[in-house]
C-alpha cells in the first residue's frame, strides 16, 4: 500500500477518526457497554467447581465445550450475515446468547453440557457480525482506524468487567453474574436494532463466482495469514493458560501474574489506536508480520528463566506484538474479501483468532508436563515461522475492492 503524505501528523489522525461513520461509533458504544458486563466466561470455571460443586474434569469438559461453541460460531456466522444481513445475525446472537445467560443459572447440571456450546455459538456470531458491520460502513483503505476504535471499547471494557464480576460474586452470587451479563447482552440486542440501520440498496456491488473456497484461493495472501493467525493465537493465549502456571512453579504469585496482565491491558489502551493511525498507510503485511515476530521474540524472553522482570519483558514486547498486528490483520481481511462475501470473510479471521481458546490449554498444557523446557522455545519459534510466512505473502496477488467502489450508507439486516 502505497505512503500518503501529510496524514501521519496528529490533526490528520484526529481528522480520521473523525471521519469514521457514525456506525463505528455507535457499535464502539454498544460494544463498550456489553464488554464491561461479560464477566461469565472470566468466572465459569470458578462457578462449576464451587456452587455447581464440579469436579475439575468435569467442570473443564463443560467449559470446554463452550469454548467450541465460541469458536464455531465465530468461524461460521458469518455466512448468516452474508444470507440473511449482519444487523439481523447480530440482533438474533445477541438475544439468544442473553437468554440463554439468563436461563444457565436454573438450568440443571446435567444439560449444561448440551446447552452451553449452543449460547456461546451464538455468542460468536456476534463477534463475526461486529467486524462484518464495521468492514461494510467504512470504506477500503480506511478500516485500520474503524477497527482500532472497535478493539480500544472492548479491551476499555473488559478491563473493567472482571473487576465489576468479582465484586458482585462477592457480595451477591455467582448466579448474579449470568443474570446481569444475560441482561447485557438483550440489552444491547435492543440498542443495536434502534441504532443500527437496515440494508440498503445492494446495487454496484460485485458478484463472485466459484464459491468461498474458489474465491480465497485468488487471494493467497489470505490463505497464508489465515493459519499463520492460528499459530499465533495459541501461541499468545499461553499467557492466560500455562504462564500461570509456570510462574507459581518458580514461585511468583498470583498477585503478580494479576499485575503482568494490567500491563498488557493499559498499553493496549494508550497507544494501540495511537499506532494503528501512525502507521495506517504502511504495508499492512509487513506490520502484521513484525506483530508476529514480537510475540515470538517475547515468549523468548521466558527462556531465560522464571523472574518478575523476564515476565514483564515478555508480557511488553508480546503487546507490542499485539498492537502491531491484530487491527491490520482484522482490516486486511476485509479489505480483499468481496462485498458478497464479506461476513463469511470476517467469519474465518474471528475464527482463526480466537482459536487459541481451545487448541493453547490442551496443547500447551501437555507439552508444559511432558517437557517443560521446550515451551517457550517452541511458542518463540512457531510465531516467529508464522511471522515469516506472513512476510513471505506480501508480494502474492490478493485482489481488492478499489478505493472508489461504493459502499452502502446504511448497513446491517
Known amino acids: 500500500m502505497a505512503e500518503r503524505n501529510g496524514t501521519g501528523d496528529g490533526a490528520g489522525n484526529r481528522g480520521a477518526l473523525r471521519a469514521l461513520p457514525r456506525t463505528v461509533w455507535l457499535l464502539a458504544a454498544g460494544g463498550f457497554a456489553n464488554m464491561v458486563v461479560s464477566f461469565t466466561f472470566v468466572y465459569l470455571f470458578v462457578y462449576l467447581t464451587g456452587p455447581r460443586g464440579l469436579s475439575t474434569a468435569a467442570a473443564g469438559t463443560i467449559a470446554g465445550a463452550g469454548g467450541l461453541g465460541l469458536v464455531a460460531g465465530n468461524f461460521t456466522g458469518g455466512w448468516f450475515g452474508d444470507r440473511f444481513g449482519h444487523r439481523r445475525t447480530l440482533l438474533t446472537g445477541s ?28 455468542a460468536g456470531t456476534v463477534r463475526a457480525s461486529n467486524s462484518a458491520l464495521v468492514a461494510v460502513a467504512v470504506p477500503p483503505g480506511d478500516r485500520r482506524q474503524g477497527f482500532a476504535v472497535m478493539r480500544f471499547a472492548g479491551n476499555a471494557g473488559f478491563t473493567i468487567g472482571p473487576v465489576l464480576g468479582a465484586l458482585i460474586a462477592t457480595h451477591w452470587s455467582y448466579e448474579w453474574l449470568f443474570r446481569i451479563d444475560g441482561l447485557g447482552s438483550l440489552l444491547f440486542a435492543a440498542y443495536a436494532a434502534k441504532v443500527l440501520t437496515a440494508d440498503g440498496p445492494r446495487s454496484g456491488r460485485t458478484v463472485t463466482r466459484g464459491g468461498l473456497w474458489a474465491t480465497l484461493r485468488e487471494r493467497p495472501a489470505v490463505l497464508v495469514l489465515l493459519p499463520a493467525i492460528v499459530v499465533v493465537d495459541t501461541v499468545y493465549r499461553q499467557q492466560y493458560s500455562v504462564l ?19 500491563i498488557n491491558g493499559g498499553l493496549i489502551l494508550a497507544l494501540e489506536v495511537v499506532v494503528t493511525m501512525a502507521l495506517r498507510d504502511r504495508a499492512p503485511l509487513r506490520i502484521i508480520g513484525t506483530g508476529l515476530l514480537l510475540v515470538g521474540a517475547g515468549f523468548a524472553a521466558l527462556v531465560a528463566g522464571a523472574s518478575v522482570v523476564t515476565t514483564v519483558v515478555m508480557m511488553v514486547v508480546v503487546t507490542a506484538g499485539e498492537i502491531l498486528y491484530k487491527t491490520p490483520a ?70 481488492r475492492t478499489a478505493k472508489g467502489s461504493p459502499v452502502p450508507e446504511a448497513v446491517g439486516g
Open 95 to 122: 438475544a439468544v446468547s442473553g437468554a440463554g445467560l439468563l436461563a444457565l443459572p436454573v438450568l440443571p447440571t446435567s444439560v449444561l453440557l448440551l446447552v452451553l456450546p449452543v449460547f456461546q455459538y451464538a
Open 244 to 262: 500461570p502456571v509456570f510462574l507459581a512453579d518458580h514461585g511468583i504469585g498470583t498477585g503478580v501474574y494479576g499485575a503482568v496482565l494490567a
Open 330 to 399: 482484522t482490516a486486511f481481511v476485509a479489505d480483499s474479501a468481496p462485498p458478497e462475501y464479506q461476513g463469511r470473510f470476517q467469519s474465518l479471521y474471528a475464527g482463526a483468532s480466537t482459536s487459541g481458546t481451545v487448541l493453547a490449554p490442551p496443547l500447551g498444557g501437555a507439552l508444559y508436563q511432558s517437557a517443560p523446557g521446550l515451551l517457550w522455545p517452541a511458542c518463540a519459534c512457531l510465531a516467529v515461522l508464522a511471522g515469516l510466512a506472513v512476510f513471505a505473502a506480501g508480494p502474492l496477488t490478493a485482489p
